[in-house]
């Protein structure tokens, strides 16, 4: 999902990504508790060392699934050392991301995209592709910081997002982000 820029963020900063500080200010369930239920199937993607991933396994229960998917390798043994010998093992599916595609088929209720739109290159592509494996009345939550995302930039990212057949239906608060809650437009 990179490109040859490196813009993503590396393995080597992934405990900014996950500690106490930011679980207080961006709690995964507080945010994500309105959208995420029991049974569902959700794609975090771009999941880094699992922030929401955990949180977002323990809402689906156990007869839901979360598809943690990364372009890093790195990322993703982090989440595994996490879960490993855990009941979460069995709910969550960790995925590589190919450079450029998301590289799944199966349909998922909701995708989580946090803090890592701003990394991709064709950010309509992704949109296309999330578009494809998104199932009717799924949802899609864009969550991007401002110090990387200037609000000209969001708006850019929402544009590409209706272009691809999404519809903003929610703008969200979160600590330190520009957010949004896009469903399919089935106008298109």
Known sequence: MGNGKNRVCPVALAGSLDNRLRRWVQNPLKILGPYIKEGMTVLDLGCGPGFFTIDIAQMVGRSGRVIAADLQEGMLRKINDKIQGTELETRITLHQCGA??????????????????????????LFNEMGAILKPNGRLLIVEPPFHVSEKGFEETITKARAAGFKPVQRLKVFLSKSVILERDNKN
Do not use: K, N, R
């Open 100 to 125: 450029g595609t998301i590289g799944l088929s199966e349909p998922v209720d909701f995708i989580l995209a946090f803090y890592m739109l701003h990394e991709i290159p064709d950010q309509g592509a």
